[in-house]
């Protein structure tokens, strides 16, 4: 284990899972279904990350508080059925938490998902337990608010300079900033690499697996 990192926090959808092209989908059949005008995919893909009611609202300024309720159920109906066979894990991944596991290190997930779809997902791939902890948008305050990483962070009793944040997403890497918390930036999902170098990332990585090999060498 790397001395400087005892936790290693992790996006969901878009580091761990790849189920970008689902979540845009979903939210364009929830557009056409609830009366609105779709958002092209480059928007849609720049507000993954937030709490899905977030999301809706950045997409939709002028939606109304039953238009949301509708909205979201058109969305969740979808993408639900959408995730019957759930989104597969990025090529490395199940491997490379599973080394990085028996080396010690503690792992959480900080999701923009409601706690309902993550634990499903977590029950298909057979992690219920698998995880330290795992906070989810709808049990706590949506990205790129720290509380997560601060709910993480005290459950793990682990500081916030010794924990990494994982994630694809602009407002994963500004929560980790907001938190005091060092991060890793994937090339792999919802946004681009050079977005997200904007937010000073530690490490950016193409493969999951860069992540095993980058804290094998820092801890030689």
Same mark, same amino acid.
């Given at each position: 284990?790397?001395?400087?990192?005892?936790?290693?926090?992790?996006?969901? %959808?878009?580091?761990?899972?790849?189920?970008?092209?689902?979540?845009?989908?979903?939210? +364009?059949?929830?557009? *056409?279904?609830?009366?609105?005008?779709?958002?092209?995919?480059? /928007?849609?893909?720049? #507000? #993954?990350?937030?709490?899905?009611?977030? /999301?809706?609202?950045?997409?939709?300024?002028? #939606? %109304?508080?039953?238009?949301?309720?509708? @909205?979201?159920?058109?969305?969740?109906?979808?993408? #639900? =059925?959408?995730?019957?066979?759930?989104?597969? !894990?990025?090529?490395?991944? =199940?491997?490379?938490?599973?080394?990085?596991?028996?080396?010690?290190?503690?792992?959480?997930?900080?999701?923009?998902?409601?706690?309902?779809?993550?634990?499903?997902?977590?029950?298909? +791939?057979?992690? %219920?337990?698998? @995880?330290?902890?795992?906070?989810? /948008?709808?049990?706590?305050? $949506?990205?790129?608010?720290?509380?997560?990483?601060?709910?993480?962070? =005290?459950?793990?009793?682990?500081?916030?300079?010794?924990? !990494?944040?994982?994630? *694809?997403?602009?407002?994963?890497?500004?929560?980790?900033?907001?938190?005091?918390?060092? $991060?890793?930036?994937?090339?792999?999902?919802?946004?681009?690499?050079?977005?997200?170098?904007?937010?000073?990332?530690?490490? =950016?990585?193409?493969?999951?697996?860069?992540?095993?090999?980058?804290?094998?060498?820092?801890?030689?």
């Amino acid at each position: 284990m790397h001395p400087d990192y005892k936790l290693l926090i992790f996006d969901w %959808d878009g580091t761990l899972a790849n189920s970008i092209g689902r979540i845009v989908e979903s939210m +364009h059949i929830a557009a *056409d279904r609830a009366g609105f005008a779709r958002r092209d995919d480059y /928007a849609v893909k720049g #507000i #993954i990350g937030l709490g899905l009611p977030e /999301a809706i609202r950045s997409l939709y300024p002028d #939606i %109304d508080g039953d238009g949301l309720v509708i @909205f979201r159920q058109h969305y969740a109906d979808h993408y #639900i =059925a959408l995730e019957a066979e759930p989104s597969p !894990l990025f090529d490395g991944v =199940a491997d490379t938490l599973q080394l990085l596991r028996g080396e010690g290190y503690r792992m959480a997930v900080a999701t923009g998902k409601a706690r309902r779809g993550l634990d499903r997902v977590l029950k298909a +791939h057979g992690w %219920d337990d698998y @995880f330290d902890i795992t906070r989810a /948008a709808d049990e706590t305050a $949506s990205k790129p608010h720290p509380l997560m990483l601060e709910q993480i962070l =005290a459950h793990c009793g682990v500081q916030a300079g010794q924990a !990494l944040m994982v994630g *694809d997403s602009s407002f994963d890497l500004q929560m980790a900033r907001n938190a005091g918390m060092s $991060s890793v930036a994937v090339s792999y999902g919802a946004q681009t690499i050079e977005a997200l170098k904007a937010f000073e990332p530690c490490l =950016a990585i193409d493969h999951f697996p860069e992540l095993h090999a980058w804290l094998s060498r820092r801890a030689d």
